[in-house]
């Protein structure tokens, strides 16, 4: 006859395991001998085999009882159900596997392959991490909004790359990011001095229409809201392009006049 802590070690389990069996109704307790010990036969070792099993299984505490209890027909069948979860379960780990794997790309995940070389080509022209990062995170949302929209947008994208003025843009940008400086950093003038100088020759180019119905469904609050969370100074170069008479971030819109006191 067997203590507990040796019919534990028996069956592969903890003597706590074997305790909670015993309180949840698994597994009968027997009663004391005269030395004060609890002692096991051969039938209980057999069922804590058969519990343990089950419940590495994934078998509910709650139903080991009634499989243990069921004729052939009836513990097939439960055996049957067990092995459809297990399956489905194994699919789910598979999935989340893959979307898991996909931490390790960096930004591929969620992101389509238009986006990805978009923004290596970033990070060719002198893009620092923390802007491609934030660059990333607002595709993340425009994919999640209009994923078909993805490959209209990323020829015209790419093709402001090629010019000079946007570059120094993303760099200045990107030397502010990386600092500590504050919302008095000379480079924010710089930079909304870029971009109000961009937006004025696109929209006078003609080149993009401001307000075009074709972005109306891209989550253009969202976006600018990103930007502010992403780094606060923002908000700073979001006034400083008012004072230039521009208003917004992702799209830009044109005020009737600048606000007085730009020159």
């Keep these: 006859m067997l203590t507990i802590g040796q019919l534990a070690a028996y069956a592969g389990v903890t003597v706590r395991a074997v305790r909670h069996y015993h309180q949840v109704g698994l597994l009968p307790e027997p009663e004391r001998d005269a030395s ?14 058969k519990i343990r099993t089950l419940a590495n299984a994934g078998v509910p505490l709650s139903r080991i009882g009634q499989m243990l209890e069921a004729d052939a027909p009836t513990f097939a069948e439960a055996v049957h159900r067990i092995d459809s979860h297990l399956r489905d379960e194994i699919e789910r780990l598979e999935t989340s596997r893959k979307q898991i794997a996909q931490l390790t790309a960096g930004d ?97 180019s003609g080149e993009i229409n401001l307000g075009e ?35 917004g971030w992702n799209r830009m819109e044109r005020l009737a006049e600048p606000p007085d006191g730009y020159n």
């Design 36 to 49: 004060g010990y609890r002692r096991y036969g051969p039938k209980a070792v057999v069922s804590l085999i």
């Design 108 to 204: 591929s995940l969620a992101l389509p392959p238009e986006v990805i070389s978009y923004l290596d080509r970033l990070r060719e022209i002198g893009a620092s991490e923390r802007m491609v990062g934030g660059e990333r995170d607002g595709w993340i949302l425009v994919a999640a909004r209009s994923p078909d929209r993805i490959r209209e947008f990323m020829p015209g994208k790419l093709a402001q790359l090629d010019d000079p003025q946007v570059v120094r843009l993303y760099r200045v940008l990107s030397e502010i990011f990386e600092s500590d400086a504050g919302d008095d950093d000379p480079r924010l003038e710089e930079a909304a001095d870029i971009m109000a100088c961009l937006a004025e020759q696109a929209y006078t």
């Design 213 to 247: 119905e074709a972005y109306d469904d891209l989550p253009h609050d969202l976006l600018d809201a990103l930007a502010v969370e992403s780094d606060p100074r923002t908000q700073r170069l979001q006034d400083l392009m008012r004072k230039r008479g521009w208003a």
